[in-house]
C-alpha cells in the first residue's frame, strides 16, 4: 500500500529539511509496512525553496516536486498535488511541522482497521495564537456552519488521511474557486477527527496575516452558502418598508399638524442611508458575478514550469 504525502510550500526554505526529517522516522518506524511518495508543490516561492526541492528529489527516488510558473496560491497547490498523488492512501500536511507527523500510525490505523475513508485533524486549543485572530475563527465557525448546509469543524486542519475513492471524488469538483475546507466535507464519505495540541511553526514566519485570513473566509460564505445574497435582499426589503414608515409619517404630520418635516439634514440621512444600503447589496452582487465570471473563463487553476 502506497500513502501518497501532499506537502505545498511557498517560500519554506527554513522548514523542508527539518519536515523530511521528521517524516521519516514515522516512515522507517511504525509505518515502515507502507511504501511513501512525496510530493512537494512549490506555489512561486522567492527564496531558495525550489533549489532544496531539486537537491532532495535527486536524493531520494520518492520524493518528487512540482513547481509553478508563479504564485497561484494555496489552493491551487493542495489541487496539484492531490492530482498527481498515486497512492492509496493520501494526506495533505505543511511543511512547517504545525502538523504532527507523529499522529500518521493511528490515522493509518482509523482507516485500515476501523474501516473510515478520512481521519482528519483539529487543534484541540488555540494557544500561542493572538486573541483577535482567535475570536474571529471561532466566529467564522459558527456562522459558516449556521448559514450552510456544509458542515464545516471548528479547528480542523488541512492536515487529514484520505482513500484513494475519496481523493477522486475532490478531484471531480472542477470549480476554478476553490475552499478546500468546504469541498472535503462536502463529499461526505465516514470521517472521524483526532485532536492535538496546537503547535508553532518549526522555523520562519507564515504568509497568513489577519486580512488574508479574512478574505479566504469570505471565499467560504461565497462558495458555501447564500447568506450574503440574503443579507441584500433583506437590507432592500427593510429598507424599503422604513420609507414607507417615513412618508407615512410626513402625511400624518402634515394633515394633523400642518407641519411637514423641515430641513434638509433628515433628508440627507435618508439619502445616505438608503445609498449605502444599495451600495453594499451592489458589492455583494458583484462577489458572486465575479465568481461565475472566473468560472466561466475556464483558465487553468496552475501552471507547471518544472518538474523532477
Known sequence: MKLSIVVPCYNEEETIYPFLEAVEKVELGPL??????????????????????????????????????????????????????????VTVMDVDLQDPPELLP??????TEEGFDVVGTRRADREGEPVIRSFFSRMFYKLIN????????????????????????????????????GLFSWVGFRVTYISFDNRERVAGETSWNFWSLLRYSLEGFINFSEA????????????????????????????????????????????LFIGGIQLFTIGILGKYIAKIFLETKKRPIYIIQEEG
Not at 448546509?149 to 476553490?178: H, I, K, P, W, Y
Request: glycine share 6%.
Open 32 to 89: 515502515k509496512h507502507l511504501e511513501f511518495e512525496y510530493i512537494f508543490v512549490n506555489d512561486g516561492s522567492s527564496d531558495g525553496t525550489l533549489a532544496i526541492l531539486r537537491d532532495i528529489s535527486q536524493k531520494y527516488q520518492n520524493v518528487h516536486y512540482y513547481s509553478f510558473s508563479r504564485n497561484f496560491g494555496k489552493e491551487a497547490a493542495l489541487l496539484a498535488g492531490l492530482e498527481h498523488a498515486r497512492g492509496d492512501l
Open 146 to 181: 449556521y448559514v450552510s448546509d456544509t458542515e464545516m469543524v471548528d479547528g480542523a486542519r488541512d492536515f487529514r488521511l484520505m482513500t484513494r475513492q475519496v481523493v477522486d471524488s475532490v478531484l471531480r469538483l472542477e470549480e476554478v474557486n476553490r475552499f478546500s475546507k
Open 106 to 111: 493511528q490515522m493509518v490505523e482509523k482507516i
Open 228 to 271: 450574503l445574497l440574503n443579507i441584500a435582499t433583506y437590507s432592500g426589503l427593510i429598507s424599503f418598508l422604513m420609507s414607507i414608515l417615513g412618508i407615512l409619517l410626513v402625511v400624518f404630520r402634515k394633515l394633523l399638524f400642518d407641519d411637514p418635516v423641515t430641513g434638509w439634514a433628515s433628508l440627507v440621512c435618508l439619502i
